[in-house]
């Protein structure tokens, strides 16, 4: 069984108007909410591609309630930690300019809380489930959270994927995750370093999964590709030339399909995770993949060995 955690979950609202003007009163065309959190997309972008998780995640007040009722519209199983202050709603404004993101501060989380987290994971995940763990965290609980959770995790024999950045990143790779996807940023500011090329990014990868014991870094790397590294094989794929309407929610699609797909094999699980990454940009918004977009694109996805 496939869970997904997500501790700072959030509403993207976004807001398009035609431009912003200083002073004046700014017409809104439209107003589109998302349920957000990378967990809670990786568990919706399973949902899309046929296959099944449960989404847990600290969800609160109105807005909390919101998520749980667009979550039950898409058919996404979840099992929410109901805590005692309001989900934090993003405003995000979309103009004929570009996009302007106004990430908003959440609240503290009480102590109870996050230990309900852990009950509820030893609960109901059993020993060869999966759960990937993503995203940051909720104001005020140390990046060593990651580091616990993931460690306990591993302990009751269960495989662990972890997408996080900074502190959170090298917190949860002490607990000693099975899989971390970082982006081409996050990999750089984990290993204090600029990469260039291709090459570089696969000996830095090799060096991370020694170093961490890890068995996979699924690495996206924007226009430039994405990377499947592990001691076995080094896997690239090159982007698609494809409509870019957002790439917001690009990478939780690429991860959530090489989740799903990853029983059929690693190379044909990476082809499905570039399928549904590059279908993920062709949607508005904080939309993810579709699965005929993802089907469509698949025998497109040119994979080679590095």
């Known amino acids: 069984m496939i869970f997904t955690l997500t501790m ?6 976004y807001l398009y108007v035609d431009k912003l003007v200083v002073d004046d009163t700014i017409r809104v065309k439209k107003v589109v909410d998302y349920p957000a959190g990378k967990g809670i997309d990786v568990s919706r972008v399973i949902k899309e591609l046929g296959g099944v998780s449960v989404a847990i995640s600290l969800l609160g007040g109105e807005t909390g ?17 109901r805590v005692d202050v309001e989900t934090r709603t993003n405003i995000i404004l979309e103009t004929s300019e570009g996009q302007y993101r106004f990430s908003m501060p959440g609240r503290k989380v009480s102590k109870k809380k996050l230990q309900s987290v852990l009950e509820i994971l030893n609960a109901i995940v ?34 662990v994927y972890f997408d996080a950045d900074g502190e959170k990143l090298r917190a949860g790779l002490l607990g000693n995750p099975d899989v971390i996807k970082p982006n081409e940023h996050e990999i750089q500011r984990l290993i204090e370093k600029e990469i260039r090329t291709l090459k570089e990014y696969k000996e830095e990868g090799l ?15 924007g226009s430039k590709g994405s990377m499947l590294i592990s001691h076995e094989s080094c896997y690239y794929a090159k982007p698609l030339n494809v409509k870019v309407k957002s790439a917001v929610g690009a990478g939780d699609s690429f991860l959530a399909a090489y989740v799903l797909k990853s029983e059929i094999g690693k190379e044909e699980a990476f082809r499905w995770a570039n399928a549904a990454g590059n279908a993920a ?20 996805i040119e994979v080679s060995e590095i």
């Open 126 to 159: 059993r020993k060869d489930d999966i759960v990937v763990i993503s995203g940051s965290l909720p104001k005020g609980v140390s990046p060593d959270f990651y580091t616990g959770i993931i460690f306990t995790l591993k302990q009751w024999g269960v495989y």
């Open 8 to 13: 700072n979950p959030c509403l993207d609202r």
């Open 281 to 300: 940009v062709m949607t508005p918004g904080t939309e993810l993949c579709k699965k005929d977009d993802v089907l469509r694109l698949l025998s497109m």
């Open 207 to 221: 060096k991370l999964l020694e170093k961490y014991n890890l068995k996979e870094i699924l690495l996206t790397l």
């Open 65 to 81: 309630r919101k998520i749980e009722e667009m979550l039950d519209k898409e058919g996404v199983i979840y099992s929410t930690i």
